[in-house]
């Protein structure tokens, strides 16, 4: 008996190459590692206010929100982070990424990030949802 391939299969040459092409499209540099990478900025955010770490939460601000927020309090950003009225956040419930722009949401906060060249950086944080506007965010950027 014959092998007889079925109406609208791929032939077999056609489709190592089609699996190859979609294995590179979603590995690592794919939706579920930009994923990990933000919901690991964020909680590494969330990890330096709770341990009073200035130094790291002002680390993984982005340049635009680190310079705004120094120069609204006119000091450097170690010294005003922990004065911030940033909510205290509970677990991860759910991680969005389009692009080089991410939001992590938390049990009672909202962070937004985006993709530099050394990392994800928040860029808004201690947001929430308002009516009439998507959010109000505690620290953001200019």
């Known amino acids: 008996m014959a ?14 190459p089609l699996l190859a092409a ?5 590995g690592c540099g794919g939706a579920g590692g930009r994923t990990a990478e933000v919901r690991d900025a964020a909680v590494a955010f969330r990890e330096g206010l709770r341990t009073e770490d200035a ?7 982005a340049p635009a929100t680190r310079d705004t927020l120094e120069s ?8 005003v982070i922990a004065g911030e009225e940033l ?3 509970g677990p991860v419930r759910r991680v969005d990424v389009y692009g ?4 992590t949401v938390f049990d009672g906060d909202t962070l937004f ?13 201690g947001c929430t ?7 109000t965010c505690v620290v953001e950027g200019g």
Do not use: H, I
């Open 3 to 16: 092998y007889r391939r079925s109406p609208g299969a791929f032939p077999a040459p056609l489709l190592a």
């Open 22 to 26: 979609m294995l590179l499209l979603t």
């Open 55 to 61: 130094a790291t939460t002002c680390a993984l601000l």
């Open 72 to 79: 609204s309090e006119g000091k450097p950003c170690v010294t």
């Open 87 to 89: 909510p205290v956040a």
């Open 100 to 103: 080089n722009q991410g939001r």
């Open 113 to 125: 990030l985006s993709r530099f060249p050394d990392g994800w950086k928040v860029v808004a944080a």
């Open 129 to 135: 949802p308002d009516p009439g506007r998507p959010y």
